[in-house]
């Protein structure tokens, strides 16, 4: 092994003791220890004189040198403060370097010369060019590498030119060649079963199998409108069943504090949220969603001075409109967190109890209706946290107003009340609303609640008396009016609400029990189904989607106040082949594949 050689040190800066030392110290001070290089190192004291002594240390830290070992060369002594010190070319700095060559002398001269090379051992071995040769001692050049690349590609291709994801590496390619030969077996056995055909096997299958598969169809029937698509089931299905999907509301969301007794309820846009508006003090409870359960926020800093009806929250869930019996009659709050905080009152409020509110989908304007005096419509526009009120319609609403919805592109406004004609259409271009003059539209009782359909074609009305429902279908500036709901006892309609994205349900709440019925669209009908798995138990008043529509929230008159449900859209079950079957179902058809409750398989509808 080498012995240690300690590193030297550009003109041999000097520097001097600062303190006398006796002959065993093994710690010393200098004046500066920045000119003596860093530790393990040597130095010399008193380089001038012939008895010097040469020190070895292991430690500098600033000053002060630690780890001394004395007389490492020479003779330990004392030494008075201002003795020289410094790094100078010592007998040991020769003797190592020397011993150290010396080693490795002998240690190449022990080398033994190399063999050649074999494939058993390592050593020399001569270079070829040649891209046929069988030879075990000869290395190939790049040029043979090269020679035989180029035949490579000349017999394989250019792998780029694959015709495959994979262009890199040619059994990655071929393996992807293979799965899509194996994807394309499943889409013609899924043709052949469509077909009215059978396959044997199991998959993968063969080409043998597919082409006897193709061979058992005996017609080639395709109904106009059919659909393969993929459903969860409801139930266990087996493969060829007939089968129906429809859409249900399941009650499995919870409240970790039940509401108490209420008036309003609405959701945020993205459900997270719940709003509940009471007739005394606090007036407002405000929940959170985690999971299935929503957990009451604490009361904000400042609540509303009455009775609140109606709320709504803007469409970015941020801001939160509760309006009520006392003046200043609507109290604004704005949403950091889960921290609600009351915006300043606008400036021009409205003049009498608000029993209705909502947003325009951009939430820019925000229109308030109220009970018993005129004018009995407030319309504000917001510019960040400011709602400024606007110049009132020309034509205001004859009476209270009770409902009001915009439509989906904003230019919309309807409400309805208490007095005829119960409607007021308005269109907005700018900040303007000017009533539609249609004498189609009219209602014959009093309306309570307004909803339009999220394509903007359809709008509803809840009436406290007959007919319960009303439902218009509109184009442009024309409205007209669809057939009552036939054949259904509702009693004094409450609250209705389209459920969104497609708006193939309409959710009313009404006097008459089940207090609760949902309305699937069919063409320009709606039918009644059996979404809801459970029924408020008494009378109740809003109906509210989250903008999904996979929450649905509906207020009772009793206890439980609050019902949530999770939407399981176009659930599969096993048809009887009835009329009931067909009625109120949002398709038809038969399953493709066996599968139990819960699982995604594939079907075919045949009507929707």
Request: net charge negative; glycine share 8%; charged share 15%.
């Amino acid at each position: 092994m080498l012995e240690t050689m300690y590193p030297a040190a550009a003109n041999s800066r000097q520097t001097e003791l600062a303190a006398a030392i006796d002959d065993t110290q093994t710690s010393i001070t200098v004046l500066d220890g920045s000119v003596l290089p860093d530790a393990p190192n040597e130095l010399v004291i008193d380089p001038a004189n012939e008895n010097a002594e040469t020190i070895l240390y292991t430690g500098k830290t600033g000053n002060t040198l630690t780890g001394v070992t004395r007389g490492f060369e020479g003779v330990a002594q004392s030494w008075v403060a201002g003795t020289k010190i410094a790094r100078f070319f010592t007998a040991y700095d020769f003797n190592t370097f020397k011993g150290n060559i010396v080693d490795l002398d002998e240690r190449l001269n022990n080398i033994p010369a190399p063999e050649d090379a074999s494939l058993t051992q390592k050593g020399i071995v001569q270079l070829s060019s040649a891209t046929e040769s069988d030879s075990e001692t000869e290395s190939a050049t790049p040029k043979a590498v090269n020679t035989v690349r180029q035949l490579a590609v000349s017999q394989i291709g250019d792998l780029t030119g694959l015709q495959t994801t994979d262009k890199d590496n040619l059994v990655d390619a071929l393996n992807e060649v293979f799965t899509h030969v194996d994807e394309g077996k499943e889409l013609v056995k899924t043709a052949v079963i469509v077909k009215g055909g059978t396959v044997a096997g199991t998959s993968p299958h063969s080409f043998e199998e597919l082409a006897d598969g193709i061979d058992t169809i005996e017609t080639s029937t395709v109904i106009n409108g059919q659909q393969q698509v993929a459903r969860t089931y409801a139930e266990t299905i087996v493969a060829n069943d007939p089968i129906y999907t429809k859409t249900t509301y399941n009650n499995n969301v919870n409240f970790s504090t039940s509401p108490a007794v209420s008036n309003y309820l609405t959701l945020s846009s993205d459900g997270v949220y719940l709003a509940v508006s009471m007739g005394s003090s606090p007036f407002i409870n405000i929940y959170k969603r985690s999971g299935t359960t929503y957990t009451k926020l604490p009361d904000p800093p400042v609540l509303p001075t009455g009775t609140a009806q109606a709320l709504a929250f803007s469409p970015d869930g941020v801001y939160l409109a509760v309006p009520h019996a006392s003046s200043p009659f609507i109290t604004i709050y704005k949403r950091s967190g889960d921290t609600f905080t009351k915006l300043p009152n606008p400036t021009l409020l409205p003049v009498d109890f608000g029993i209705c509110a909502a947003f325009s989908p951009d939430g820019t304007y925000l229109v308030i209706g109220n009970a018993n005096t005129g004018p009995y419509l407030t319309i504000y526009k917001r510019s960040g946290d400011t709602f400024t009120r606007l110049a009132y319609p020309s034509i205001m609403p004859s009476s209270g107003v009770n409902g009001a919805a915009f439509s989906p592109d904003g230019i919309y406004l309807t409400v309805v009340g208490g007095g005829s004609p119960f409607i007021t259409i308005y269109k907005r271009s700018g900040d303007t609303f000017t009533k539609i003059n249609d004498s189609t539209v009219g209602l014959v009782s009093n309306g309570r609640a307004v909803s339009i359909s999220p394509d903007g074609a359809y709008f509803a009305i809840a009436h406290l008396s007959a007919p319960t429902v009303t439902i218009f279908k509109q184009s442009g500036d024309t409205f007209t009016r669809l057939p009552d709901l036939g054949g259904v006892s509702l009693g004094n309609g409450v609250g209705i609400g389209f459920s969104p994205i497609d708006g193939s349900h309409l959710v009313v709440t009404h006097s008459l029990a089940p207090c609760a019925s949902v309305f699937k669209k069919s063409g320009e009908r709606f039918v009644q189904t059996d979404a809801l798995d459970v029924t408020p138990a008494g009378a109740p008043s809003s109906v509210s989607f989250d903008a999904s529509g996979s929450t649905l929230a509906i207020k009772s008159g009793l206890s439980p106040y609050a019902l949530l449900y999770t939407t399981l859209l176009d659930r599969v079950y096993k048809s009887n082949n009835l009329m009931s079957d067909v009625i109120d179902k949002n398709s038809v058809g038969y399953a493709l594949e066996s599968g139990n409750s819960g699982e995604t398989k594939e079907i075919l509808t045949i009507w929707r």
